[in-house]
């Protein structure tokens, strides 16, 4: 079936560097998602986002991060700067439109670690 | 304020046997339910859902889930389990406040093993 990629798969950073986060969705697809799971704890809604903009945001969202799809290219989550509580699997989604916005297709998620 | 309940972080099953994954959620209303599956390095996958209507829903390869609304439950279920069913199974409704994002159980893993 469809495949959402992530790159990459492991990050390492130190605290307070700047990380990017990249996703590849569903080539027809139209809406992306960021949801975190901390380990051993359930994943968590972060943002979405349709037509270059933000359309809803948790409140997990923090200033320091931003999302962005330049060109039809990778959707991508930046932090910056990062904090050691960013320690977390990140996973990207994708939804073909709005109607069937709940079915979402997932990345196999980027694991972030931040010392 | 919605969540879901997965009470078994674990579930061994003989191959053959019969599974059930058990899923209990918190929601104002009728809510959209979900279910999605986790491959060993892969994302998340729909396995299917609930909107309305009769409330046994069938999935993909052999998976079925029930909504009983008095029990506040969407248990999945499977008569016969094969060694492929190896993965995490995650439960989920829609956020409430949002148009477009989903909250998870913590999930469930599925061991199959030799009868």
């Known amino acids: 079936g469809p495949k959402v990629l992530q790159i990459p798969s492991h990050q390492i950073i130190d605290m307070g560097q700047m990380v990017t986060l990249n996703c590849d969705p569903v080539s027809n697809h139209l809406y992306f998602y960021w949801y975190k799971q901390i380990l051993g704890q359930q994943m968590e809604f972060l943002v979405n986002f349709y037509n270059g903009k933000v359309m809803e945001k948790s409140k997990l969202f923090k200033d320091q991060f931003s999302v962005e799809r330049p060109d039809g290219s990778y959707f991508t989550l930046k932090i910056q700067p990062t904090a050691l509580e960013d320690s977390a699997v990140y996973f990207c989604a994708s939804s073909p439109d709005w109607g069937s916005s709940y079915e979402q297709y997932f990345g196999p998620g980027t694991r972030l670690t931040v010392l | 304020a919605q969540s879901v309940t997965q009470p078994d972080a674990r579930v061994t099953v003989s191959e053959g046997a019969s599974l059930q994954l058990r899923c209990k959620y918190s929601?104002?209303?009728?809510?959209?339910l979900f279910w999605y599956v986790q491959y060993p390095r892969q994302g998340l996958q729909l396995l299917l859902k609930?909107?309305?209507?009769?409330?046994v829903v069938q999935g993909v390869n052999g998976f079925e889930a029930e909504f009983i609304k008095s029990n506040s439950s969407f248990h999945l279920r499977k008569a016969s389990v094969h060694w492929s069913d190896s993965a995490v199974y995650f439960c989920a409704v829609p956020l409430t406040g949002f148009a477009s994002a989903l909250t998870f159980g913590s999930g469930t893993k599925v061991i199959p093993c030799l009868p």
């Open positions: 929601y104002s209303g009728t809510p959209y």
């Open positions: 609930y909107y309305s209507g009769d409330p």
